[in-house]
């Protein structure tokens, strides 16, 4: 089907030639790829960058998209097999097939319900869409990833540093007043491992991530030739890394999440002491300053969040590009 | 002023033109016939199909679609002649030409207020559109009528089964948890009458299709050579048909309204086995499973519930067409 | 950076070369004039007009818009530099060089807090915009002014009346049962001023408008030939007038609103008998029928009010383009 819910459905392979088209096309623009395409963004969760860099990369290249916003000017969609006499209105195993008639192609957004890691892990929306879908279907983040931003990261880090294999790159959990879902992180780690980077997790005892996601990052950096480590000290991970990735997410028991907790994994200027001359500051964006990160990081030559923003447009019209071609 | 807001607004021979066109530009695809032209879209209630299907209709015709929310991203509109001291912060009789100034055509989509079959009939939000408006009003759906609906459920029928004169179908009343709208129903009955079909209404006491509606019904079946029954039993209605269209609608008397009532009317495979051998469920969509039609109808080869909201850009494009270059 | 945000971004020179430019355009249609260009559209209040109109102006320029709802389809958006630990998710610090990067120019509203009127002079958010983006931007409204609003208004002086130096203009406040931002009555004040008019401002005691506009207002019309004048009387204004712009505001006092107080100020027809034979009725819509302006009003001849609203397409069209060219 063409579909990319998850890195899984580029593999190794994929994740580098995506990386690689989108460098070059980024030199030298495609021009009207997508002419005559039409896109269909259906959010089940609001958006900024998603939505906006989807619909640029779809009009830029000749193309179209159509936005739905399902609890807002589209009713709540079902996705279990139940007797619907709740507040769904419809049914995915209807309302996808429709949408496949007027369509080229969907890209969903639909985030963690919180309900926790094997909740995530199932992905049942993003699932349901790949699975009752005629036409490819890119996810816009799901409950286990958002494939798009690890593209747009690992693009961000090969501008800046070429070959990736082997770099040294720091994943680590931040604060928050939320327990955020770990579709983000799971992301940077996948692609990243994809990619052939030496990729280091920190994070307080409490947030691992989920064990699959995890072997499957291991799986992906050996064939790769990478490599995934875990470690409880922010600071050991850092020391000598190229790119600080800062990002909260919950615990792994929803119920013992502390607000604000871990103050001091907040990056600060001062985290980068220890690490590379060159080493930059990461976020996928939104963050809350001088709550995730320090003002002053994002504020200074440090940060590459900006482009790693804008580098989501570039990997964005390649996925899009290839799923409407037939050649994911 | 080429506004099709009723399906009385078509006659007999207008619902022939359009079905027909539609097949034809089905097979043959009409190009860019909506250059320059620009549809702006009024929901007053939420969508799916009708939102994607004209936005596609447009932009596939090389043309393009506003959308607008009203009590979303646009205020509410008054259509009463009232001084304006309550919540409703602009009245139709502004907005509607302000917007014919930017636009070329209005797409508007204002559902029953529940307020009972007289305010249904007089359909006050439609109709003040189409008075009001310099441009070319299309209904997305009104208190009264869904005609795009109706259109759409014929030229399925139309594909199906060749000639639609004499054509046995039954409309059938089916359960639900909410009093829905009768515009659906009353559409599919007028549009297949105006073809000349043998159309069989079915319903349990009280749920009576309004008077004014069934006799333009009945007026339309005479011109085109068909015919109107109104039973009170679904098996006596769907012996030897070849439709079942089923669809929840509320009580004449709103108060009487009781909540997942008479579930022996709700289809199942069963329910065919009195009906022609190529026999078909039809629905509008969006459809309650297991609670309007059983899943195994709806997962089955009986269903036509995909095709018809397919051809929904099949004849929205016509009527955008016709309305635009003033042939309706 | 050739953003317009306020009046004072065109000045005298500034304010005569868009209406001129949108009266030549109004006549001959400037064709493809933004093809390939691409409008973000930030919302942080609703629309009508102004949503269909910027849109419409893109699409008919052969570009595009993407609309952004802050607060619906996009997060609350925070625009003080504090430690981002309340609800608001995103810093205008990212969230605008983002867009910037995915698009040519940013068009933004953002209406009055309500926190009195030295809040609104300060005009936060557009001025955030202004400041953080790498691309044009254009105010959609703002705390302080609605620019596009007050070119809309004297482009149709401008058609009805010819030469606009010395004309005589009232101003006039009206009853509401809200106490409104003053962006209009101010834009139309500080462009009719730039226009050389000789504008009568007129309301209750309490409803002054705010030192630093009047003042600058006044220096607009000092350069521009004209006057700005401010009388408790709407008898004295209108006498001899050409124009009767109703529009509500609330008081300095933002305690002391009282709803729907000084009816008598409502215009009505009676209220034209001492005003030039050619006068007319303007307001910025939407307007509250039998409130703020008496439907006889609004319904007749004397009403400018549909005009106003179709010239702000023809402004903004100039706007967008000498933004996009870097000519502001």
């Not at 896109?39 to 969760?45: A, E, Q, S, Y």
């Not at 890394?241 to 001062?270: H, I, Q």
Request: proline share 5%; aromatic share 6%.
């Amino acid at each position: 089907m063409n579909s990319v819910t998850h890195i899984r459905d580029l593999g190794v392979e994929g994740v580098h030639r995506v990386i690689e088209q989108a460098l070059t096309w980024k030199r030298t623009d495609p021009g009207q790829h997508l002419a005559g395409k039409l896109l269909g963004m259906v959010f089940f969760n609001p958006s900024l960058r998603t939505r906006t860099s989807f619909e640029a990369a779809m009009i830029r290249g000749g193309g179209h998209a159509v936005v739905l916003e399902v609890g807002g000017g589209v009713w709540k969609l079902e996705h279990n097999d139940v007797r619907m006499d709740q507040d769904k209105t419809e049914h995915l195993r209807e309302a996808v097939p429709v949408l496949g008639r007027y369509l080229d192609a969907l890209a969903v957004r639909s985030f963690s319900q919180g309900g926790g890691d094997a909740e995530d892990e199932a992905d049942a929306v993003v699932n349901g869409f790949a699975q009752y879908s005629s036409v490819p279907v890119i996810s816009m983040e799901s409950a286990r990833e958002h494939p798009c931003q690890g593209l747009a990261d690992l693009l961000t880090l090969r501008e800046r540093f070429g070959n990736l294999k082997g770099l040294p790159l720091t994943l680590s959990w931040a604060p928050h007043i939320k327990p955020l879902p770990k579709a983000v992180p799971n992301s940077f780690l996948l692609t990243a491992a994809a990619m052939g980077c030496e990729v280091r997790v920190a994070h307080p005892q409490g947030y691992d991530l989920y064990g699959p996601v995890l072997a499957e990052a291991k799986e992906l950096a050996q064939e790769a030739g990478g490599s995934v480590d875990v470690t409880g000290s922010q600071k050991v991970a850092l020391a000598g890394s190229v790119a600080l990735y800062a990002k909260a997410w919950g615990p792994s028991d929803p119920s013992a999440f502390v607000s604000d907790s871990n103050r001091d994994w907040m990056p600060t200027l001062e985290h980068f002491d220890s690490m590379s001359p060159e080493a930059v500051l990461m976020h996928c964006l939104p963050v809350r300053r001088d709550l995730e990160v320090a003002a002053e990081v994002l504020d200074s030559a440090r940060s590459a969040v900006i482009d790693e923003a804008e580098n989501r447009f570039h990997v964005q019209r390649v996925l899009l590009h290839r799923a409407l071609q037939g050649e994911i």
